[in-house]
């Protein structure tokens, strides 16, 4: 099992995500850092939509993710902080 964490420091926050690697798949999904977004539970619903699918899925799932929820905010992060924070994961950078 390898274990991945990627940092991103956005304009105005820091995005950090790691997660366990087992067999091409992704578990234990955490996402962590210094940014404000609200609804507070989006995290864990993100960290739950990434769990358990193939690491080259988890780039498409994010903004799959983003793109159905219109009503969360996050000012000075957006989608693209995440996704690099997860590609310097993927990388591990």
Same mark, same amino acid.
């Given at each position: 099992? @390898?274990?991945?964490?990627? =940092?991103?420091?956005?304009?105005? &926050? ?6 366990? !690697? =087992? @067999? &091409? ?8 850092? #210094? ?7 989006? /995290?864990? =619903?993100?960290? !739950? ?6 690491? $080259? ?5 994010? #903004? ?6 219109? #009503?969360? %905010?996050?000012?000075?992060? @957006?989608? $693209? #902080? ?7 994961? /993927?990388? &591990? %950078?």
């Amino acid at each position: 099992m @390898n274990h991945h964490v990627g =940092e991103h420091k956005a304009r105005k &926050g820091l995005v950090r995500i790691e997660f366990d !690697e =087992e @067999n &091409g798949v992704a578990r234990h999904v955490k996402i962590t850092g #210094d940014f404000f977004i609200h609804p507070e539970e989006t /995290i864990h =619903e993100l960290e !739950e939509t990434l769990e358990g699918h193939r690491v $080259e899925e988890l780039e498409v799932l994010m #903004d799959e993710f983003f793109a159905v929820r219109m #009503d969360v %905010e996050m000012p000075f992060v @957006n989608v $693209e #902080d995440f996704k690099i924070a997860l590609k310097k994961a /993927i990388k &591990g %950078e």
